[in-house]
T-cell receptor, first 114, second 109 residues
Framework: EAQVTQNPRYLITVTGKKLTVTCSQNMNHEYMSWYRQDPGLGLRQIYY???????DKGDVPEGYKVSRKEKRNFPLILESPSPNQTSLYFC?????????????FGPGTRLTVT | GQNIDQPTEMTATEGAIVQINCTYQ??????LFWYQQHAGEAPTFLSY????GLEEKGRFSSFLSRSKGYSYLLLKELQMKDSASYLC??????????FGAGTQVVVTP
């Protein structure tokens, strides 16, 4: 089944404790992206990647890191999480960055930083 | 940069038609997308426009005017399951996406 998977789905952590949220897609997509969703603000793009070893900042990259060593995986790293990073996170992938290439979203990761 | 505006909430009756407007400003346009998101779930793709005009997909249609920075999503023959948030998203020339805050559509019996 074609899908985007994220792990973990739920995570409660403490300020400053490094964490990684994994994202994997099995559709051989070139484009992958991370978003956070907060009430009233909609989806905001954190980082995106147009192919292996190519990553770019979205609108809200501060406090996050990503890597794209393999085509299928695009982990999101929070080196020192803070409470303002409490949010719902979505990973997405699409065939490429061209118009008409629909994004497929993972199920989401709900992160709470205390 | 980009700025995307859409109404916060709309209410309509089952069987009716609802039109959700989206206006945007972008420094480089590469396409406009509409997504549906049910509460507690991930967004799912509905439609996209890259050229001016109307794209029809069953009960859903989407329209784009690039010169006006304007799009709308038309939902026809509304069903209760259409109660959801509808997200307008713009893709720029550099591969970056920006989403509107979403329009919550409430369908009443």
């Amino acid at each position: 089944e074609a899908q985007v998977t994220q792990n973990p789905r739920y995570l409660i952590t403490v300020t400053g404790k490094k964490l990684t949220v994994t994202c994997s897609q099995n559709m051989n997509h070139e484009y992958m992206s991370w978003y956070r969703q907060d009430p009233g603000l909609g989806l905001r793009q954190i980082y995106y990647s147009m192919n292996v070893e190519v990553t770019d900042k979205g609108d809200v990259p501060e406090g996050y890191k990503v890597s794209r060593k393999e085509k299928r995986n695009f982990p999101l790293i929070l080196e020192s999480p803070s409470p303002n990073q409490t949010s719902l996170y979505f990973c997405a992938s699409s065939l490429n960055r061209l118009a008409g290439s629909a994004q497929y979203f993972g199920p989401g990761t709900r992160l709470t930083v205390t | 940069g980009q700025n995307i505006d859409q109404p916060t909430e709309m209410t309509a009756t089952e069987g009716a038609i609802v039109q959700i407007n989206c206006t945007y400003q972008t420094s480089g346009f590469n396409g406009l997308f509409w997504y549906q998101q049910h509460a507690g779930e991930a967004p799912t793709f509905l439609s996209y426009n890259v050229l001016d005009g109307l794209e029809e997909k069953g009960r859903f249609s989407s329209f784009l005017s690039r010169s006006k920075g304007y799009s709308y999503l038309l939902l026809k023959e509304l069903q209760m399951k259409d109660s959801a948030s509808y997200l307008c998203a713009v893709l720029d020339s550099w591969g970056k996406f920006q989403f509107g805050a979403g329009t919550q559509v409430v369908v009443t019996p």
